[in-house]
């Protein structure tokens, strides 16, 4: 047992021994002289950069929906939202109203801070179709129940359509979300 232990550590000794010599003995490049070989060996073709390295695929859509209900359960900050408003193409028709811009938003949601004590949103049934120009149909059922701030339960059985698209940012955005209600 002794034998094989010293014979591992001579063979790690011999091992760093050589690599330290091996080292030693390499001739040294300047740097100026490595950029110069790098640029002699880079293909004259380079590929075009693309324009967006980050194109969403359906779970990455799905991800986004499941974020938004989660914000809206946890009553986030509106700028979160916001940042995922379109700022010059929003539609939002909902049960109580329709939202036209950012500023509607803000309104509507302060009104469920104020009034919504705690919510839920059952989400389901996704579907996701990927539409030309990095836009994206989404479908899916939601089933919300709230408590208000009087205590009162509140539910209700949705069907939602929304259009999302991918902004300059890389950030999906939406812009028509409309909400029906099914009894």
Known sequence: MKNARLKIIMMLFLFCFTSILMA??????????????????????????KEMSFVPNENDVKSFVYRWFSWLEHQ???????????????VMKLPEQTIKNQNDFKKWYQGVRENIKSNTYDVGDIKVKILPKNRYKVDLSVYWKAKDKL?????????????????????????RYIVKKVK
Do not use: C
């Open 24 to 49: 030693k003995e390499a001739p040294k490049e300047k740097p100026s002289e490595k950029k110069k070989e790098i640029k002699q060996q880079a293909p004259v073709d380079l590929p075009a950069p």
């Open 76 to 90: 986030v900050d509106d700028f979160l939202f916001l940042y995922h408003l379109s700022k010059d193409d929003l």
């Open 151 to 175: 205590g009162k339960t509140l539910e209700m059985k949705q069907k939602q359509s929304w259009v999302l698209s991918l902004s300059a940012a890389g950030r999906l955005t939406i812009n």
